[in-house]
Antibody, heavy 118, light 110 residues
Framework: QLQLQESGPGLVKPSETLSLTCTVS??????????WGWIRQPPGKGLEWIGS???????YHNPSLKSRVSTSVDTSKNQFSLKLSSVTAADTAIYYC??????????WGQGILVTVSS | QSALTQPASVSGSPGQSIIISCTGT?????????VSWYQQHPGKAPKLMIF???DRPSGVSHRFSGSKSGNTASLTITGLQAEDEAEYYC??????????FGGGTKLTVL
């Protein structure tokens, strides 16, 4: 059974960079069928797609966040990562990692709450 | 890209049917059959309920079905049960290699 687990700091200071990692177990991140994505959910609000990446490293990001987002894949560790720079309180959210293809986001991590505060 | 438009809330009594709409544009819902629906209970991660407009993943009840007409996709739940009470989100592929979610609909089972 595929499992995804987010990890990283739960508290980030304003203007700093948020860094999260998603560790995949029970399957290979090197699959040619799927993409690996990040989605966030501010407290009490809806889901927002952040970006998705392929095992080869090719990636595409939400245009509204594009200038602040970078993503990467480490196939040797079966992990993929997210960096969001110049964070503000508006970036406070539960961040989810997920596997997806044309058939939707089929596997999700449990989510990690990241709070932006000094 | 703007979020897909969903009603903020819908409700129904046990046994009844409800429909949740998801309206997009010609750049997303209207152009691709890559619409999916997610169920989210409080404090939990979203769960895939429908993919590619109308297909159900293994293990999802036949009471859940999806459809699409033009720029609007719909999720229908028949035979409402108490356990269906949750937040529901639609999601669509967007021209230019992007994805967009709807604002979410809270389903209350009366």
């Amino acid at each position: 059974q595929l499992q995804l687990q987010e990890s990283g700091p739960g508290l980030v200071k304003p203007s700093e960079t948020l860094s999260l990692t998603c560790t995949v177990s029970g399957g290979s991140i090197g699959s040619t069928t799927y993409y690996w994505g990040w989605i966030r959910q501010p407290p009490g609000k809806g889901l927002e797609w952040i970006g998705s990446m392929y095992y080869s490293g090719s990636a595409y990001h939400n245009p509204s966040l594009k200038s602040r987002v970078s993503t990467s894949v480490d196939t040797s560790k079966n992990q993929f990562s997210l960096k969001l720079s110049s964070v503000t309180a508006a970036d406070t959210a539960i961040y989810y990692c997920a596997r997806h293809g044309d058939s939707g986001y089929s596997y999700w991590g449990q989510g990690i709450l990241v709070t932006v505060s000094s | 890209q703007s979020a897909l438009t969903q009603p903020a809330s819908v409700s129904g009594s046990p046994g009844q049917s409800i429909i949740i709409s998801c309206t997009g544009t010609a750049s997303d819902v209207g152009s691709y059959n890559l619409v999916s629906w997610y169920q989210q209970h409080p404090g939990k991660a979203p769960k895939l309920m429908i993919f590619e407009v109308s297909d159900r993943p293994s293990g999802v009840s036949h009471r859940f079905s999806g459809s699409k007409s033009g720029n609007t996709a719909s999720l229908t739940i028949t035979g409402l049960q108490a356990e269906d009470e949750a937040e529901y989100y639609c999601c669509s592929y967007v021209t230019g290699s992007a994805w967009v979610f709807g604002g979410g609909t809270k389903l209350t089972v009366l």
